[in-house]
Structures are given as C-alpha cells and as structure tokens.
C-alpha cells in the first residue's frame, strides 16, 4: 500500500529548500517524489522544510553515558580517555543493549535514520569471548531496531595497548582485554560469525581503531578482507598530534601513509577525525577519494583542534559527520560547526555552502556507512524524511530563500518533528514514538555507572 | 505577600548544585535562600537545576531579522555587515518596537533576565531627529517591558563612517545616518534626554560604537560623562585585524591604548569581542578591572577568531556574555563557547570551570551591565530563577555532581522550563506567559524584511 506525505516544503539536494512536494512511499522507498504539487487528500502533511535521513557516521554509544560527567574539572584528551575506560570496562551484553537502545532513540529524536557504530568493546571483563563471541555486537544491532534506526555496526579490529615514545607497539592493559582478538586472523573469524547479523537494517563493515592499535602487518589483513568483501573500514586517524609521532617513532611515516601502504586508502575508507594533516596526507586521502568524518563537537570537546575539511574536499574527499563521543547528539550542529570552526581557523566564511554541509550530513554519510540506497529524497532510495520545524523560536522569521540555511544554522534536535525511517514513523510530534527516551536514558546511565 | 520556591537543586554560587533549595520572595527580591529544606506545602516546584537570571551583555535586537540569511554563499565580515545596514535602514520606532519585543521574549524563553541593547540606530533613514529624539531607544525599553526582561539601554554614540587605511576618519555614509548625533556634545545633549527612560526595569548605559566610529578626543568626553555619573561604558573592541591596523595607521596605537589613553578603561567599561589583542592590551584590560563581553556563536558566524579568554581573566578582567548577532540566543551555548573554542585554540581542557563559565552568564555579566544586584540567588539580589530540566534527552543521565556541569555543556535553551524575573514569572513550562514569541518574530521579521 502507497503511503503519501506531503512536505510543505523539502530538500531536493539542490541550492534550496523546494515547495509542496508530495512523497510517495511504497515498501519503505519512495515510489515517487514530486514537487509543487497541492496536498491530496489523505497525504500526512510534514511542515517546515524536509530533509532527507541524517547519517551519524561516528558513533561510540557507550560514550553518552559520560555526558557532562567529564566536564568538571579540568583535564586532557588523555584524562578523557580514563573516565571513558571506566564507563566501558562496566558494560555487559544486556547493560549495554539498554543504554545503546536510548542512545539509539536520542540520536532517532535527532533525525538519525542511521548510525555507524564504531564497535570495539567485544569481550568480557576478563577479556575472554563471550559464549557468543559477537554477543555485545549483536546487542548494538537489537538496540537499534528497538529504537528504529539503521546500523552499520564496524566491527573493529584492536589489537595493541598503543605506540611508546620509542615507537614500540604496548600490550593491552587491562580495560583494553576486552577490544583485543589478539590477532587479526582471529578478528576475521569473529567478524565471519558477525556476518549473521546483517539485515534489512543493519550492515556490517569494517574498522581499525587506529595506527596505535593496530600494526601495519594486521591493518594489510583488514584492508585486504574489507576490499575483498565490499565492506567500508572507517578508521580514527591524526586526532592527536601525539598520535603523529608515534607513528612517524614507530614507522617513519604519518598515519595517512601507513594507512595508505597498506592498500586502506580507497572510496570505501572513512578517516575519522582527520585533524593534523600533512598537505601529503591531505592529497593522499583527496586522490584516494576516501571521506573523512569530522565529528567537531567531540574535536572541541576534546581540544583536537580544527581540521582542513575545506582542503580535504577540495583534494577529492567526501565530508561526513559524526557525533563520536555524543557530547551532544545533534547532527545539524555538527553540520555547521564544521563551517564554524573552519571560520575560525581560517577567517573566511563560506568555505562549505549549506548544501554542501548538507550533503556530508545525509547522502555522504550514508555511503561511508555503506548505504548506497539511503540519503536522498528521490525515487528508489529508502524512505527517510525528516521533518524540521520553522516555526520555533529558533526557526521562525526565514525567508523561503533562506528556509535551508535556516535549518543547517540556527535549527537544533529539539526543532525536528518528525522522523521517518525505511517508510515507518519513528518520531512523531517531536515524541519517539515506542520508548520513552529520557527516562531509558537515566535508568540505563545510573545503572552503568553507578 | 511572600512567594515560595522550591529548587530540586540550585546553583550558589559554588563548585556544584545543592539539593532541595527554598527561595522567599518579597517584593521582586530574595528575603531567605535556604539549602537543605523539604519542600513545604504551597511552595511553586521547580524541577531541574534552577540558575540565577541570565544577563546578556552585548544584544543587537535587530540583527535577529538577519538569522539564516546571511548563511546564504560566502562573503566575509565586511560582506555581512552590508545585509546588517539594509535591515538597519528600513526600521522604524513603530517596527523595531514590535521585532525588538519578539527577541526579548526570545531571551526570555532563554532563561535571560537582563539584556544589554547596544543602541546605535537613533534617528530617521533621512538621519532626521524623530519628534521624540529617543523614541527608538524608548521603543526598546518597551519592548522590554513587553518582553518581561530588565535592560540596560547602552546609549551609542556613534560619529564617523570609519577609518580610511591611511587612518582618516570617513563621513558616515547613508545608512549610517541614522546612527550619528554628529558630535559627542550633541550625543550627551540627546542622553539627558533619554534619561527619562530609566524605570526598575532600565538602566542607562553609555557606549562608542568603536575605534572606527569615534575619534580619541570625542571617546575622552564620552568616558568622563560615564565616568562622572557612575553610567556602564561599552565598546566595540579589536573584533577584527584591520580594526587594529586602521587604530595603528590613524593614532599609532591598538584601539585599547586609545581607550586606555582617553580615560576609559575602569572596571566599568566593557570591551565587546576583545578578540585580536596585543600582550599589553591584555594587561591594560585585566589590571584595570574591565569586563570583556565574549560573543562566541557571533565570533564563529563572522570569522572573527577566538580572543584570549583565560588570559583576560588571568590579567584580572572579568568575563561576561552576549548573543550579539543573535545568530543563536542561548546564553549557555555561548558559556561553554568560550570554553570549547579555548579548547580548538590551545588544545587544552578546562581553562574555564563551569562555575567560571556560569558566572560570566549570571553576576559578572549583570555588572556588565551596571545591575549589581541581581545574578546571584542570595537575599537581597533580585529575584530571577532560571529552571533547566535534567529529564530531557540532552539532559538525561547526570549524576548529581554533573549536574551543573550537564546545564553548562550538554543543556539549550529549549530545555529551560520555567523564568522568573524580578519576582515574576515570565516563562512557564516552556511558553511565554504573554506572547506567541514564535508567530510575532515571524510577523516583525516579514514585516522588516520584506
């Protein structure tokens, strides 16, 4: 059966947000999308401007569970990464499924039809497999088709502790037990079994957590398996300047480079992060086609700095967004802090156009997760809209020239409406429409990390 | 008649919230603060964690009518203030009565108590007194009034078009007109007049528009006006690099030694953005006491770059805040700003604590603004309360000793729930008491803008 949405007025992808376009839906994609059309009776009417389905390309959900909590004080990147070694070295199967489950709901609330989860908590406490070695995937996987979103869950490959200053690969303390397969060749056999948990909803891709988890011998391995398997690998690359001189301790090369000698560097490879570039590396990860994540407000947050996404598009980059450390899980934020920063650095405004920011936050993201089909209000693609509201506060007052600038600049998460994802509703009336998200959200914090 | 409140949790003034706070009310002003105490019968509950009014201590109303459309292409501060004088130039008291209402019942919504207007367009487009020579400047403290919110009217005087890059002061050009009294004489003679507006909701405060709009001798006669009569002085101050080259080429020196040298810099004076400053203007600013008004979101929008904030402080100024540009009205995004974007310039973490950051928001920026008694839950301040909600899902999950940490770095404005300013309550679980502030920024903006 066709369902039909009328959309008073919604992105095309072109310069501007268009009016009065009826959506046809059948089977979870649009069967038809037609602008300046009136509204027919019986069409759901979605006010404001309608964007397509937002992509959070950089997820680690545990990290909400952090919110505010690492902001008293003062502190480091590597501080940072205490607290957060606490909150993973707490979780189990199903603790974790409850609190990915709100996480995934908040980021639905956000307009998120899909989320890449950047995946490397795989075994228990102890570091030992679980009965079913892929249980605490298999747990992110339920949690987002509880809260109606897609998946991509990359599956990543972590094997050391990190780089001495002298360039050494380290052991894995004892928190990071529970990332390490040890080898890549037992990482592959995991990810064999993980295989089943692909569905309409959710893919399997690939990751390595980054140069200082994982050699160059056993990042060849992935490379080869995810190019071999037409599976995407994302990758935390340069987020650190102490990350670059490791690697240049250990292998006399930047990060990009090493990826780039282990054959990493193709159209399927997403670089998280991407903030301390050499101009090789940025014409490295430009000519490979690679895209590259930025996630600015966990960059800020963690005082990463501002990377050249100006010039890694101008090298032949995609951009996508990810709210990483979900400081804050709103992708319309990310979207413009990446023009923001970049005003910042630079002094010049305008080096990424609203479409452009757009783009990174929909289509692009999708194809760094792997969906081809999704990210786009066109015929074929899933059907995703999200409806963002004009006339709050924050939105009120746009002109119809400026109604998508308006949204990519001054709208947040609370402005968004509704949200449908593969054809079905998730959010509605700025409600989730099956889990009551804030009260998951504290039950499944306090009972993490208390 | 005494009003009882009870806070779930409330901030002090301390390194965290307290729990179960019971506020008196007399007469607009806190008669008892009492930590610790049940809630009794009768008393208003407010949820969440309850803040001192906020103070916004740099606004320009009209430049809300702008939101959005600037976002539209490229261009750069200069390209941007050309779309800020066509809005300037097609107000009138009538209009800009009605626009500035619907923006100060948006910082209302925001948990703002207190707005600093730095006023400069006083007269008509021909650059003609008006019958009333103050009547914008009475149309602001109107729409306050409406709004609900105190103000303090930052009377600008505003005399030269600019400096030449040879360092010659321009004519004001056409639309700059209406910002001109001609002489600082003439602008004193048109302040007598406008002290008539002063009510115990408006203040009178002075200000220069800038370094580029006043010469040195005009500033000295401005200064000792404030001076002498006890009046908040504020300015535009080194925003942008050619400012600093211009202030060099005309006086051979940075536009804080000429502020310093006309007598103005005590800690009555506010200097705006202070982004590009010299290691000397940073110690003539802190060793005079000054407050430095940081307007993060505007200083992102237009490419400013980020000013030295924990130096500032460290040299002994004070820290206060403004939306600006109202490109956002969230006093607590602007909050943490300061402290993110420290963290993308230094790649440090906590220059500024919450407490610091939240006293920039409340007391520091009501002295700004020359309210002394107001921006502390205390007995005897004036009695503001600004209730943020810790069970949405921006919020959701704080353990009681994130709370604070949670409102400064994770909460917006929409989760702000209920207001009460001077005594009386202006925002009531999320919505104005008075006015649909959405429909009326809508209706004032089209009606501005078209």
């Not at 937002?54 to 909590?69: K, Q, V």
């Not at 988890?213 to 102490?242: C, F, I, N, T, Y």
Request: glycine share 10%.
């Amino acid at each position: 059966m066709t369902a039909r949405y009328w959309c008073e007025s919604a992105w095309l992808g072109g310069d501007s947000a268009v009016d009065s376009v009826l959506v046809s839906v059948d089977d979870g994609r649009f069967s038809a999308v037609e602008p300046g059309v009136p509204c027919p009776d019986g069409a759901h009417v979605l006010r404001g401007v309608v964007l397509p389905g937002l992509a959070n390309a950089h997820s680690h959900a545990f990290h909400r569970a952090l919110r505010g909590r690492t902001q008293v004080g003062s502190g480091s990147f590597w501080t940072w990464r205490e607290q957060m070694y606490a909150a993973a070295a707490s979780l189990h199967p199903d603790s974790y499924q409850r609190l990915a489950r709100a996480v995934f709901a908040e980021m639905a609330m956000a307009g998120i039809a899909c989320v890449g989860e950047f995946h490397y908590l795989h075994h228990d406490r102890n570091g030992r497999q679980y009965a079913d070695p892929n249980a605490m995937g298999a747990a992110l996987v339920a949690a987002a088709a509880d809260a109606g979103i897609r998946i991509t869950l990359l599956d990543t490959c972590y094997l050391h502790g990190g780089l001495s200053e002298a360039g050494e690969y380290l052991q894995v303390n004892e928190v990071q037990r529970r990332f390490t397969d040890l080898s890549a060749d037992r990482w592959i056999e995991r990810l064999g079994d993980a295989a089943r948990l692909e569905s309409s909803h959710c893919r399997l891709g690939t990751a390595v957590h980054s140069v200082r988890a994982v050699d160059p011998d056993s990042l060849a391995k992935v490379a080869d398996l995810a190019r071999s398997r037409g599976m995407v690998l994302h990758a935390h690359l340069s987020e650190q300047p102490a990350e670059n001189e490791q690697s240049r301790a250990a292998h006399g090369r930047t990060p990009t480079e090493v990826f780039a000698d282990a054959g990493a560097l193709t159209a399927g490879f997403t670089a998280v992060h991407a903030t301390h570039l050499t101009d090789g590396d940025i014409g490295l990860l430009g000519g490979a086609r690679c895209s590259c994540c930025f996630c600015p407000t966990t960059e800020r947050d963690l005082a990463d700095g501002i990377g050249p996404a100006r010039r890694l598009r101008d090298a032949g980059a995609a951009l996508s967004l990810g709210s990483d450390s979900h400081a804050v899980i709103d992708l319309l934020e990310e979207a413009r802090a990446v023009e923001l920063d970049e005003r910042l650095a630079t002094n010049v405004r305008g080096s990424h156009d609203v479409p452009s920011l757009l783009r990174a936050a929909t289509v692009d993201g999708h194809r760094s997760l792997g969906w081809e089909d999704a990210g786009a209000i066109a015929v074929g693609q899933r059907a995703d809209l999200v409806a963002v509201r004009l006339d709050t506060v924050r939105t009120a007052g746009a002109s119809p020239a400026a109604r998508l600038a308006t949204v990519a600049f001054a709208a947040t998460a609370a402005d968004i409406h509704t949200v449908i994802v593969d054809g079905r509703c998730v959010v509605d009336d700025g409600h989730h429409v099956s889990i009551d998200v804030a009260g998951e959200l504290h039950a499944s914090i306090v009972a993490v990390m208390s």
